[in-house]
Every structure is written in structure tokens, then in C-alpha cells.
């Protein structure tokens, strides 16, 4: 059974670790060894509790009291209607057992309590799939990759226009 609960920085070391993984394994298929290399430099122990100390909300999935996976949520650089999904990771052993559907969940329940009209994640190469079938769409509804090599996605809340 996955429990859900907030972040405490006592959870900085797994979700490093759980990050890390995904971008060297995962992640590096679609955007290089190197590039991930260097992308895991930002999410060492001490960065990473800095990062997520400071969203809006963070959530830990445990399953059997260990860390499986991390989602967070914080304010839009951007808009003022609009929260950004970050910092979405499973432990890599446990992509499709549905952690990240649940993350996910909690984060749209957090969510429908703050005065915003929708979420947005940057999602992916590997990801993007995942997020669609959760409901999320392609920002300006076209699949296209940004200059990060990322898909902007959103997903507008219900009673929230």
C-alpha cells in the first residue's frame, strides 16, 4: 500500500537518490548521458532540501516506510491563476505500479483549494505520455518540445474558471 505524506527534509537523501537514478537511467535515453550528468549536479542532498523546503507543498510516496517517489507544487513564475507540478520522480522499479498516479492525485486535491484556474507541468521526452493520460494537454494544445526539450503541459481545474 502507497502512503502519502509531506515532505520533511529527513526524506532529502531517497528522493536524491530516486532523482538522480531517474536521470542517469531514464532520462539519459532521451537527452544524453552528459546532459543528465550535469542536470544531477542541481539535485545533490543539500540542493534538493533547499529546493523543496521552499515550494508551495511537497509530497513523499512511501511504500512499506520507504521512499518510492516525490511531487511538488509551487506558485507560477508566470501567471498568477497558475501552479506548476515539479519535481515528479518514482524510484525506477517502480514506474507503472500507479505511485505516480497517486502523487499526482494528491497534488490536484491540494490544488482545488487554492484560487487558480489550472496546473501546468513541464514534462519529459520519457513523461509526457503519462501526464496526457492523467488529463494534461499539450500547452496551446500542439505536441511540440521547448527549448529545454520539454512539453509544456496544463490541465484546467474543474469550478475553477
Same mark, same amino acid.
Request: charged share 30%.
Given at each position: 500500500?502507497? /502512503? #502519502? ?17 531517474? !536521470? ?8 544524453? !548521458?552528459? +546532459? ?6 542541481d539535485f545533490n542532498v543539500k540542493k ?7 515550494? /508551495? ?7 512499506? &516506510? ?7 507544487? %509551487? ?5 498568477? %491563476? ?15 505500479? &500507479?505511485? =505516480? ?7 490536484e486535491e491540494y490544488a482545488k483549494q !487554492?484560487?487558480?484556474?489550472? !496546473?501546468?507541468?513541464?514534462?519529459? #521526452?520519457?513523461?509526457? +505520455?503519462?501526464?496526457?493520460?492523467? =488529463?494534461?494537454?499539450? +500547452? ?10 520539454m512539453y509544456i503541459m496544463e490541465k484546467?481545474? /474543474?469550478?475553477?474558471?
Amino acid at each position: 500500500m502507497i /502512503e #502519502i505524506k509531506e515532505y520533511e527534509s529527513k526524506y532529502a537523501n531517497p528522493i536524491s537518490i530516486i532523482v538522480i537514478r531517474n !536521470l542517469l537511467e531514464i532520462n539519459s535515453k532521451d537527452y544524453g !548521458l552528459e +546532459k543528465t550528468k550535469e542536470m544531477a549536479k542541481d539535485f545533490n542532498v543539500k540542493k534538493l532540501n533547499e529546493t523543496l523546503s521552499n515550494r /508551495e507543498k511537497v509530497y513523499v510516496a512511501l511504500k512499506d &516506510n520507504e521512499v518510492v517517489g516525490t511531487a511538488g507544487i %509551487d506558485k507560477s513564475r508566470y501567471a498568477n %491563476d497558475e501552479y506548476w507540478i515539479l519535481t515528479v520522480f518514482v524510484k525506477p522499479e517502480e514506474h507503472g505500479h &500507479n505511485i =505516480g498516479r497517486c502523487l499526482i492525485q494528491k497534488i490536484e486535491e491540494y490544488a482545488k483549494q !487554492l484560487p487558480i484556474k489550472k !496546473l501546468v507541468i513541464p514534462a519529459s #521526452i520519457t513523461a509526457h +505520455k503519462f501526464y496526457y493520460k492523467l =488529463g494534461y494537454r499539450y +500547452k496551446d494544445g500542439r505536441e511540440k518540445l521547448n527549448e529545454e526539450n520539454m512539453y509544456i503541459m496544463e490541465k484546467y481545474l /474543474e469550478n475553477h474558471f
